[in-house]
């Protein structure tokens, strides 16, 4: 078997972890190499290229570096096992002091899960921009403190028209992320949907939308004098547009796939990492 590890250099731990790892995987007799960068981690492209040729991609870090490497795998079909190497962790399969279930790999004991991932598509002067998100995507005002106007459509129907902070659009995934925050339902990542989330709306309506997983939300959002409102994906890519841009969300074609290498649920997850941080 080859397997791709994907440590996130940021974290002061990772050259250990890293090492960890790799000498438990070519113990059980895998083939494994190492895409790294200095200081961080490689781009989605660069990922999504070097990974045609692996079984498993490891990545090692937090929610962040899982999602990221989750994304770029998705594009060539790859699953992922994270193993937490950060703070929270809700997505990873193992934890550092479980290294020795990383022989289930190799024996093929393993199961995965499949994520929903959002295609979002900003249309604007300079051409057609396209992201991938695991989480959500968060419509946003700029750097000043003033509403945003924001529409959002479905099928040609308005579903959302407010000034606020802004809003969030997000999977099944991302319902026990920055949707959690903003007031929205937990909900199983096995249901077929996505969430609208308003964001401190200057309205007395600030419920949450579950929509049909085959939506295709409009988006149109205007600052005040004209400024730009902006798209951040998963927190880590964003992009300004304008109201006179267009911006489409959608399920995207590309699915994630998460190996577990234990018995664990959704709810055991849930239970151990949100509802008592005092085991953090």
Do not use: W
Not at 59 to 82: R, S
Not at 156 to 174: F, K, N, R, V
């Amino acid at each position: 078997m080859r397997i791709a590890v994907i440590p996130n250099n940021r974290s002061a731990q990772a050259s250990t972890l890293t090492t960890a790892v790799c000498e438990r995987l070519e113990k059980a007799g895998a083939e494994v190499s190492v895409i790294a960068r200095d200081g961080g981690l490689p781009e989605l492209g660069e990922i999504a290229a070097r990974l045609v040729d692996y079984n498993v991609v490891i990545a090692l870090g937090g929610d962040g570096t899982i999602m990221h490497v989750a994304k770029a795998a998705a594009k060539v079909g790859c699953p992922v096992l994270g193993i937490n190497g950060g703070h929270l962790g809700f997505l990873a399969g193992l934890e550092q002091d479980e290294l020795d279930a990383l022989d289930g790999l190799l024996d093929g004991t393993y199961r995965e899960e499949f994520r929903t991932l959002l295609r979002i598509t900003v249309h604007n002067a300079l051409g057609e921009h396209s992201f991938l998100a695991m989480n959500e995507a968060v419509i946003s005002r700029g750097a000043l403190s003033r509403l945003v106007d924001l529409r959002i459509a479905g099928d040609g129907q308005e579903i959302l028209s407010c000034c606020g902070d802004g809003a969030i659009i997000a999977t099944p995934t991302g319902s026990t992320a920055y949707s959690l925050s903003a007031g929205g339902p937990v909900v199983d990542p096995s249901v077929a949907c996505m969430l609208l989330t308003p964001v401190c709306p200057h309205t007395l309506d600030s419920r949450t939308r579950i929509l049909p997983s085959d939506s295709v939300l409009t988006v149109t959002a205007s600052a005040a004098d004209d400024g730009e409102a902006f798209i951040t994906v998963d927190g880590e890519e964003y992009i300004s547009f304008t109201a006179k841009d267009r911006v489409s969300i959608r399920q995207a074609d590309e699915t994630a796939r998460l190996i577990r290498l234990k018995p664990t649920t959704f709810y055991d997850a849930l239970s151990r990492k949100l509802t008592d941080r005092r085991t953090l």
